[in-house]
């Protein structure tokens, strides 16, 4: 018989590590905290509005097209991703705004109505992105970094391309004008990142984007979830929801199993996390068992900021807002400060809107849309008592939005509810409520990350956007590949079989 992998959440990162671990041989069983499987990407439904609750931006489709490959199976025939154009759409105060898209000349002429200068500037920043690119992601998105070596070894490639620079200092190497600044710095905060921190390596994101293009699921990203589960299934992968973690069973330094809160012990030879690891460390394994990761040793490290998330539908539609829409507020390096350093709730704020209607009526009811707001805000380092803040700063959104980009919405407004840094604290059990685990540092990325194949554990692995290579879904469904590399082999006899779908509710 082969042996058993547990796998701890049922987000995406643990979805791939499902799909990767029963490739490899191994008999799997995902326990879920949640009612619903996809962790961030779970859905909200209310008023015949759907709501996706996390992650909205799809890109690099290659990544979920291989786990149906693993069992020759084809992705297309599970659920439908269809192009964005815009990619994003960069509102600025004074009116102006800026479509981000794939195409070039019209790229081109964007850039020169705000400076024509940068045109040429933005050529060669793309041109250096296309490099960082071929090292940062090609050659190292799934590379185990378990040793210090892993590191050292790609150091001149890193040095060389400048990658050790801030992201916002090398992009104003290449672009002059402030507003178009902004237009190419903003990716880190998709991933948990303050741009003026993150290391220039993350500017292969812009390449990722430029070579995949942005996609959106049909149905919205619960429908990839959905897909998911059902793959899963078919090839006999266990899944039981309503079902929390209390503990890693840890004997003689090895991962054992794990004891659920209702108190089942599931016995296992391999477990895989893809929970927040500093929240794993600190509250499912002894002390006693963590000589790398002790209490103090997680605390030192740097978090990212957490979001504020809005859901609402309105009973209008506004058919010239694009599906993305990144809507920048007055102030840029100096917000950010105030919410990764000083952890304080500004009075201004810049925001994602997400818009799913756009591309796909079907998420609300007809002459409808739904939306979802999203703010960057402190982590729960903040103190920031949420009970209060929570619907004031709601409310401000909502009147921002109403007087600058959605008018109408105050007296079309149907159900709105929102999140805010607790539900990422106890809902998704995130460390300080970070809501992208360690904030994608130079000293937190590759090596220095926490790492995929756990040092004080044996038999414990990580995914998700704790470990290497990071947040964002190219880098959360990386994760799962790394995998290949440092869980071995199960003892197998014959190929593995398609089963009868299993999900425990």
Do not use: C
């Not at 097209?65 to 199976?73: H, I, M, P, S, Y």
């Not at 004074?94 to 981000?100: I, K, N, S």
Request: hydrophobic content about 40%; proline content about 5%; aromatic content about 12%.
């Amino acid at each position: 018989m082969s042996k058993q992998a547990i796998v701890i959440g049922a987000g995406f990162g643990g979805l791939a590590a499902a799909a990767r671990l029963r490739a490899l041989g191994y008999r799997v069983t995902v326990v879920e905290s949640g009612d619903q499987p996809g962790g961030r990407a779970r859905a909200f439904e209310r008023e015949g509005f759907h709501f996706d609750a996390g992650p909205t931006v799809i890109t690099a489709p290659y990544l979920f097209d291989e786990l149906f490959e693993l069992f020759g199976k084809n992705r297309q025939d599970y659920f439908e991703l269809v192009p964005v154009d815009p990619f994003y759409r960069v509102a600025f105060q004074d009116g102006r705004h800026f479509d981000y898209v794939g195409d070039d000349e019209r790229l081109y002429a964007q850039i020169a109505a705000f400076n024509s200068r940068d045109v040429d500037g933005y050529k060669k920043l793309l041109a250096h992105s296309q490099r960082i690119f071929d090292v940062g992601y090609t050659e190292l998105v799934d590379a185990d970094f378990s040793r210090f070596g892993d590191m050292m070894r790609v150091v001149p490639d890193l040095l060389r391309l400048r990658a050790y620079k801030s992201l916002y200092g090398l992009v104003a190497h290449y672009i002059q004008d402030d507003a178009l600044r902004q237009v190419f710095t903003f990716q880190p905060l998709l991933i948990g990142g303050n741009p003026f921190r993150a290391p220039a390596i993350y500017l292969l994101i812009h390449w990722l984007e430029r070579k995949w293009g942005i996609h959106f699921a049909k149905g919205g990203t619960t429908a990839i979830v959905r897909g998911l589960v059902r793959l899963l299934g078919e090839v006999g992968v266990d899944m039981r929801l309503n079902a929390p973690v209390e503990r890693i069973e840890v004997v003689n330094g090895r991962a054992r199993g794990v004891l659920l809160g209702d108190g089942t012990f599931l016995q296992s030879d391999v477990v895989v996390s893809n929970a927040d690891p500093a929240m794993v460390y600190t509250q499912l394994i002894d002390p006693a068992a963590r000589r790398k990761h002790s209490d103090a040793a997680i605390a030192r490290k740097r978090y990212s900021m957490s979001l504020f998330v809005g859901y609402f539908g309105t009973h209008k539609t506004y058919p010239d807002l694009a599906h993305h829409s990144i809507l920048l507020g007055p102030r840029y390096r100096e917000l950010l400060t105030e919410i990764f350093d000083r952890k304080k709730l500004a009075d201004d704020f810049s925001l994602y809107l997400h818009a799913p209607t756009r591309t796909d009526t079907s998420l609300a009811p007809k002459g409808a849309e739904s939306f979802y707001v999203l703010s960057p805000v402190p982590n729960q380092q903040s103190g920031i008592d949420w009970s209060v803040e929570g619907p004031r700063y709601m409310d401000r959104i909502l009147d921002a939005l109403d007087a600058h980009h959605l008018p109408g919405l105050r007296e079309n407004l149907a159900p709105q509810f929102h999140v805010d840094p607790r539900y990422f604290e106890t809902e998704l059990r995130s460390y300080r409520g970070a809501a992208f685990g360690l904030e994608p540092t130079l000293r937190q990325s590759a090596y220095f990350r926490f790492h995929n194949a756990s040092e004080d554990v044996g038999g414990l692995y990580f995914v998700g956007a704790g470990v290497h290579p990071g947040a964002g879904l190219p880098g959360v469904l990386s994760s799962a590949k790394v995998l290949e590399r440092v869980v071995p082999k199960a003892e197998t006899h014959g190929r593995v079989l398609s089963l009868p779908e299993t999900v425990t509710a």
